[in-house]
């Protein structure tokens, strides 16, 4: 008689700090979790794969709000890895991100506002075939994308903000000389150097 056996296990930690100094101008905080995953099969006639899954995010912003003037930050830093069957710890997720927003009060719901917006990723990226051999597309700000944008920001209320911009840029840059020489993310190779290219639309 075969034998039947799944096995899953998962394991949370989340946390949250958050802070106000005494002239109520500024308000900190961020939240922080871990989760471990693993999933084990025996005999399982529909099959299946066993797998292991580590994940982290990270979490901090900043918010400034002083009569006219408004200041709100957020940083956010993921990562996940796992491992399925016998291929080995693959990223799943890898997230470094910045976002600022800074406002001058219009009227009441509306603000002039400018953004920032930074992005990239911590590990390498690579992609895998059919055989499972790996390819490497991706590093550490290769790429990294910076958006700058010039608008207005609705806000109704503390919860909602709709933010309209008919100024951007947006610019690419690849640190890895391999990547930009070939073209990746949308690159003109003629534009590469050896600190790598940037572009912008």
Known sequence: MKKLFILTIALMFFGKISAQSD???????????????????????????????????????????????????????????????????????????????????????????????????????????????????????APAYLNLSIGMDYKPNKVISVFISPITAKFTYVGDTALANAGAFGLDPATVDAAGARISS
Do not use: C, H, P
Not at 39 to 63: D, H, M, R, V, Y
Not at 77 to 97: L, P, S, V
């Open 23 to 141: 002239t109520t101008y500024w308000e900190k905080g961020g939240v922080f979790g871990i989760k471990f995953a693993q999933t084990s099969f025996t005999n399982w006639a529909q099959g299946g794969e066993n797998s292991i899954a580590l994940n982290s995010n990270f979490n901090l912003f900043a918010k400034y709000n002083k009569d006219k003037i408004s200041w709100e930050s957020e940083l956010f830093a993921d990562y996940g890895t796992i491992n399925q069957g016998t291929k080995g710890f693959r990223k799943a997720d890898d997230r470094f991100e910045l976002v600022s927003k800074f406002g001058y009060k219009a009227s009441k719901q509306w603000n002039y506002a400018a953004l920032f917006n930074f992005k990239t990723q911590f590990m390498d990226g690579f992609k895998y075939d059919d055989n499972d051999s790996a390819l490497f597309t991706s590093t550490f700000l």
